[in-house]
Structure formats: C-alpha cells, structure tokens
C-alpha cells in the first residue's frame, strides 16, 4: 500500500528530543510513555506467550518506558523482573514511572537474564550518548531473546552504528518515526521486526521540525502514468555514450531505459558501433557527431560513464557539461579524484568505492559523506550499497532499504543508471528520479528473488517494478 510521504519521515534523536519537547506542551511526557509502554506491551502479546520477563531499565525515558512495559505485563499475570542498570534522575518523569512498579527490582540481572524467556531492553533509547561499558555489553550478550523499546540499547539512532555493543533484538518497537539508525547498516540487522507505533503526538508538530530524511518507498515520489496521447518524445529521449573498449555496460543502460518504459534510447558510440546496433533493434544509433547530437534539443538526458575509459570519460564529460544537458555520471567518471570535473552534473551514482576515490575517506557517517558531496557537486547523490542513501544539494537524504543482496552483480550498476535517466527524461526532478529508480530497481531485484538475477534479468523486471510502484 502506497504510504503518505509524512509517514516516511526520518527524525534523528536530537529532532525526536525535540518533538518530545513540543508534544509536552499539550500531553505530558508520563502519558507519552504510559502510552509507548503499553504499545510496547501491546506488540509483545500479540507475538509471545506469557513467559518469564526481565526487563532492564536504564536512567532516562527510555527506562521510564520499560518500567510501564513491566507493570503492565504483570498485570496481566506474566512474571517479571526488573533490573535498574542506573536510577532515575529524582523528579524526572522516568522516577514517576518507577515508582508505579510495585514489584521487587533485582540486584544481579546477571544471575536471571540468561534463564529468563523475554528480555526487554530499555536501556538507551534516544539518548544514548557514549558506548556502552563492558558491564552492559557482557549482560545483553547473555540475553536470549530481546525485544527493544525504541532501538537496540548501543545503536546510534542517527547513523545506525554501533557504540561499542547492541543486542539483536527479535522485535524493535519505537514511537511516533522511525529514524534514520533503524534502516541504515549496520543498525538495521539489529532491529529484528520494526514496529512504529502512535502514541498521540500529533504530526502537526513536524512541520516545526522540518525534517530532511526519509525512508525511501512510493510515497515519497510518484512516476508518471502512461496517458493514452503518450508518443515517444513525451515518454522522453535517454542519450547514453557508448565506451570503445567495455561496451556492455552502455547496452545494459539502455536495455534498463528501454524496459523502464523510455520513448526511445539513442546510444552515441566512442569506438565501433558494430556491437551497438547487432545489440537490440530498439536502440538508435546516432551517425552525426557528438556536437550534432547536443544540439537536438529533445535529447535532455544524458548517461556518461557505464564503460567508459578515464580518458573518453573526461572528454565526454566536459562537452556535455557545456552544452546544459542534464547528465547522469556513473562508473568511468569516477576512475578521477576531482570533485572539479563533476560540476554541472544532474545526478552521481558512486559505490562507496567510487565515492571514497573521488570525494575521500567517510569522516563521520554516510548520511552526512553524502550531503557534503551534493552540497560540493550541486548534483543529487545516489550512494550504492545495500542501504542505498539519496542526497540532495538543498540537504534532503533518502534511505532506500528496499534491495536485494542478489543486486550486487555486474552490471547491476549500470541497469541503474538507465533506470534514473529515464524517469529524468520523463519530466520527474532530479531527486525524485533518483529515489524512484533506486526503489524500482530493487524491486526488479526482489521480482526475481528466487534466483540469481544477472544484470538482464534485473533490467527484464523493471517494466513490472515500474507498475508495482
Ligand atoms: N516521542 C517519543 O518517542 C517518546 C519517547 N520516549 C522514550 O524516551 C527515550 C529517550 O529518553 P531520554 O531520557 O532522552 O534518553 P535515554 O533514556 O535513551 O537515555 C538517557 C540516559 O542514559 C544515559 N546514557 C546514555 N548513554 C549511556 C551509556 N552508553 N552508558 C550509560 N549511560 C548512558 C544518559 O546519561 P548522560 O550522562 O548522557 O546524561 C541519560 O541518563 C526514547 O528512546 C523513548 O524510549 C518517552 O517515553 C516519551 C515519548
Ligand atoms: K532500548
């Protein structure tokens, strides 16, 4: 079912403290975490029978959480421990939701965590602020079965890394939005089942917060329908330049494109252009010069770099970008440490590999890697992996989750590429089409799932990925 673009938002922790701050002024922050523990409560009966609980709490509201989550398990007859890892701040919120606990608090967790069937893990939520100590760790190591309140206690809710330790919960259960920790690596293997539950903050609050990330799904964008007027200039024209020497990445671009539903795909060849026409009758192969072909004006879209040689990329590159065209730079473009030479660009598709050659080593995290290459280029960036992130110059970031591991093939790559360039050439913006193509081309990924798809077998699915969105 197709999501509402508000439902996709991304809040980092400082942003949710924030949201905390503001749903305060209209409900109190112990009826948000009443209501977060009996979601929590909630999604545990429903998946687990009554068994024996220990749940760890630790100093902030996210312990708060776990002690509501305790007193309404018992209520319903579960037997329940609580261990306290650090008490609550007197007069927080968190001390009034321990103090409804009624039962007794373990000293040595240790002596019960193994035995017991559920461990709930609120610890750090939020606000973790600094690697959990080797007492923690070696405790959450000896749980069984977990089920954590917001996120795995040691996950960076903004950058999905791990400090220092994190449990592999079976069940994750957070509030209000996700963020961006939950679906980007390697935080994402530790969530288990995600579950996002409303505990009446009110989404009017959002647009206070102007949020800038979001979960890549239909939602987030919409591709153009085919009309029943629809020729093949209005479905739009993908130019592709064809290497001289690697030709397959070029023809796998344009196999993409023509599947995805271009009007029609014309591949310019450096070398021979033999290979090129014996490869498909649908593609059309441009007999006048470079200089010639720029200047039709229906051709916007251009994909320089499947195949391409340094040299050849460079050359390329710089006539396209003098010519205004939009332009998609993929693979070739990269062999260059300059960030220069990108400039003028519509959208770059680097693999961490490529991204790392040309823009340097990831300093603090990808999210943030990712922005700073937009800003520095003023093209989207489209940074491959297998939690994909999309960034534009004006600061918005797409995490894509949606993707197959079978993806990483040859040539899977430039299937991509052909894909963007098509929905650019359709009329859609320069992120929206990145964040489309992304998502259509795992799709095509997950469509054949039951085998290994080949780079042809992904651009093969994309018509079908293209209507599913
Ligand atoms: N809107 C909502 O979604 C709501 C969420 N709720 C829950 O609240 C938490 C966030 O609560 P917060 O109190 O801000 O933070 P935490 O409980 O996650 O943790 C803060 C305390 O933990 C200490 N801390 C942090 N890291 C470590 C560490 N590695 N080792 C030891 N102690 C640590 C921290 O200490 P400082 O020295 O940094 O101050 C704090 O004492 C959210 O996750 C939800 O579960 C609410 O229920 C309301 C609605
Ligand atoms: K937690």
């Known amino acids: 079912m197709r999501k509402e673009a508000s439902s996709l938002i ?84 968190a001390e009034q939701a321990a103090h409804r606990w009624a039962g007794s608090i373990v000293e040595h967790p240790e002596d019960y965590i193994e035995k017991s069937g559920l461990v709930i893990d609120a610890l750090f939520g939020a606000g973790l602020s600094r690697n959990i100590d080797s007492y923690i760790s070696e405790l959450l190591r000896k749980a069984r079965r977990v089920v954590a309140i917001d996120t795995p206690s040691g996950i960076d809710g903004a950058t999905g890394k791990v400090m220092g330790y994190a449990p592999h919960a079976e069940l994750t259960v957070t ?12 935080g994402r293997e530790y969530m288990g089942e995600l579950v996002i539950k409303d505990i009446a903050i009110s989404p009017v609050i959002l647009s206070q917060i102007k949020p800038q990330c979001w979960l890549n799904e239909p939602g987030l964008w919409s591709i153009p329908t085919s009309e029943v007027e629809d020729y093949k200039y209005r ?61 039709d004006s229906r051709r916007k879209v251009w994909v320089c ?49 490529e991204f790392i050659r040309v823009f340097g080593e990831i300093k603090a995290d990808k999210i943030s890697a990712a922005r700073v290459a937009a800003q520095q280029t003023g093209a989207v960036v489209v940074l491959k992996g297998a939690d994909t992130i999309i960034a534009s110059p004006d600061g918005r970031v797409a995490i894509n989750q949606h993707a197959s591991p079978r993806l990483a093939t040859a040539g899977s790559g430039d299937t ?40 042809e077998m992904l651009a093969n699915n994309l018509g079908k990925a293209r209507d599913n969105a």
């Not at 509030?175 to 390697?186: E, I, M, Q």
């Open 10 to 93: 991304l809040l980092t922790p400082s942003q949710m403290l924030e949201v905390d701050k503001e749903a305060a002024k209209t409900i109190p922050i112990i009826q948000l975490m009443e209501n977060a523990g009996w979601a929590v409560t909630q999604e545990v009966v429903k998946r687990y029978k009554p068994c024996s609980v220990l749940v760890l709490c630790g100093p902030g509201n996210n312990g708060g959480d776990g002690y509501v989550v305790a007193r309404l398990l018992a209520k319903k007859g579960w037997p329940v421990r609580v261990a306290a890892i650090g008490r609550p701040k007197v007069g927080s919120d």
């Open 175 to 186: 509030f209000f939005r996700a963020k961006p920790g939950h679906y980007l690596l390697p």
């Open 235 to 295: 479905r739009g024209i993908v130019s592709i330049i064809g290497g001289s020497v690697m030709t397959g990445a070029a023809r796998l671009s344009a196999h993409a494109a023509l599947n995805v539903g271009a009007g029609l795909v014309h591949i310019f060849a450096l070398g021979s252009h033999d290979i090129y026409s014996s490869s498909s009758a649908c593609f059309v192969i441009d007999k006048d010069s470079l200089e010639t072909s720029l200047q």
């Open 305 to 353: 770099g499947p195949g391409l040689l340094l040299g050849e990329a460079k050359e390329i590159l710089s006539k396209l970008i003098a010519s205004n065209v939009k332009i998609i730079a993929d693979a070739g473009v990269f062999q260059a440490e300059n960030i220069e030479m990108l400039k003028g660009v519509s959208i770059i598709t680097p693999h961490i590999g």
């Open 416 to 455: 991509l590429t052909g894909v963007i360039a098509t929905l650019l050439a359709a009329g859609m913006s320069e992120w929206e089409s990145a964040c489309a193509g992304v998502w259509l081309h795992g799709e095509a990924g997950l469509l054949c799932e039951h085998s290994w798809p080949t780079a």
